[in-house]
């Protein structure tokens, strides 16, 4: 059925209305870091400076160990993100393949642990962490992101291994292969779109982190997350915006580029699948 113009005009305003209140704070993130901080206090405000201060990410990287920042912030993912998938692989496969009594249960359970605040965690997690000395140490915070994350990316992959069939496992170990191997040969490579996304998640949720890092890493400055150390930039009682504004862009760009990295492997990994 064809749609009337009209309908075709009120659907692309709404899609551009959106889009527009979605990309809005960003485009003024990107306003206020090259804006002269004065100018920040104009009424009516200027939606774009007269003269951009491109200059001030140098300035930031040069003043401040942004660089260091982030790649503690990077470690720390990286580190997160390979522990949590390598206990969420094989929970999630186990939950998938594995008839055992109260297995819907435990999959809800597990669930369930996810909805928990990561501030109910801090006390427990910072009295086990003093005990075994890593307080200021990225393992500190490298086990604290994969509490969070791998609830979620073990229910996530349990429900992509229920949509690959049974009968590709059984296939490779009529040729001989054990049940691991026909997980690692034949049903990860199957799953890549599904490991991508979830490894993308939680990397996302740990770079974001805050909370863990604020309490677990406050006497180690060389250690701090790029979170961490933009909180730094604020005064007590003046705080150049501007300055703080340029930090969050940085911080932010990675993520953003692993969006646009990923995306045509995610799209490559379902086509794929698909034709198998």
Same mark, same amino acid.
Request: with cysteine; glycine share 6%.
């Given at each position: 059925?064809?749609?009337?113009?009209?309908?075709?005009? #009120?659907?692309?305003?709404?899609?551009?209305?959106?889009?527009?209140?979605?990309?809005?704070?960003?485009?003024?993130?990107?306003?206020?870091?090259?804006?002269?901080?004065?100018?920040?206090?104009?009424?009516?405000?200027?939606?774009?400076?007269?003269?951009?201060?491109?200059?001030?990410?140098?300035?930031?990287?040069?003043?401040?160990?942004?660089? #260091?920042?982030?790649?503690?912030?990077?470690?720390?993912?990286?580190?997160?993100?390979?522990?949590?998938?390598?206990?969420?692989?094989?929970?999630?496969?186990?939950?998938?393949?594995?008839?055992?009594?109260?297995?819907?249960?435990?999959?809800?359970?597990?669930?369930?642990?996810?909805?928990?605040?990561?501030?109910?965690?801090?006390?427990?997690?910072?009295?086990?962490?003093?005990?075994?000395? #890593?307080?200021?140490?990225?393992?500190?915070?490298?086990?604290?992101?994969?509490?969070?994350?791998?609830?979620?990316?073990?229910?996530?992959?349990?429900?992509?291994?229920?949509?690959?069939?049974? *009968?590709?496992?059984?296939?490779?170990?009529?040729?001989?292969?054990?049940?691991?191997?026909?997980?690692?040969?034949?049903?990860?490579?199957?799953?890549?779109?599904?490991?991508?996304?979830?490894?993308?998640?939680?990397?996302?949720?740990?770079?974001?982190?805050?909370?863990?890092?604020?309490?677990?890493?406050?006497?180690?400055?060389?250690?701090?997350?790029?979170?961490?150390?933009?909180?730094?930039?604020?005064?007590?009682?003046?705080?150049?915006?501007?300055?703080?504004?340029?930090?969050?862009?940085?911080?932010?760009?990675?993520?953003?580029?692993?969006?646009?990295?990923? *995306?045509?492997?995610?799209?490559?990994?379902?086509?794929?699948?698909?034709?198998?």
């Amino acid at each position: 059925m064809r749609r009337r113009p009209r309908d075709s005009i #009120l659907l692309y305003a709404a899609v551009i209305a959106t889009c527009a209140i979605l990309v809005f704070p960003i485009y003024w993130l990107v306003v206020t870091a090259l804006s002269e901080p004065d100018q920040l206090r104009q009424l009516p405000p200027k939606f774009w400076p007269d003269q951009p201060r491109w200059h001030v990410f140098g300035e930031i990287m040069a003043e401040r160990p942004i660089l #260091l920042w982030l790649g503690n912030s990077a470690l720390a993912a990286i580190g997160a993100v390979t522990l949590s998938m390598t206990v969420s692989v094989l929970a999630g496969y186990s939950l998938s393949r594995f008839r055992v009594r109260g297995g819907p249960s435990l999959g809800l359970f597990i669930l369930t642990a996810k909805m928990l605040p990561a501030t109910l965690l801090v006390i427990p997690l910072f009295g086990i962490f003093r005990q075994l000395e #890593l307080i200021g140490s990225l393992w500190s915070i490298i086990l604290a992101h994969a509490t969070l994350i791998i609830p979620f990316t073990t229910w996530m992959l349990k429900g992509y291994f229920d949509t690959i069939p049974r *009968e590709l496992e059984q296939a490779a170990m009529i040729d001989g292969c054990s049940p691991l191997g026909a997980m690692v040969r034949v049903i990860l490579p199957v799953s890549a779109p599904g490991l991508a996304a979830t490894a993308l998640y939680g990397f996302v949720l740990s770079w974001s982190d805050y909370a863990y890092a604020r309490t677990f890493l406050t006497n180690a400055q060389s250690n701090w997350t790029a979170n961490l150390g933009i909180t730094t930039m604020k005064g007590e009682y003046v705080s150049n915006w501007s300055d703080i504004s340029a930090a969050s862009i940085l911080v932010a760009l990675p993520i953003l580029l692993i969006y646009l990295f990923l *995306e045509r492997y995610l799209v490559g990994g379902l086509t794929a699948g698909a034709e198998k």
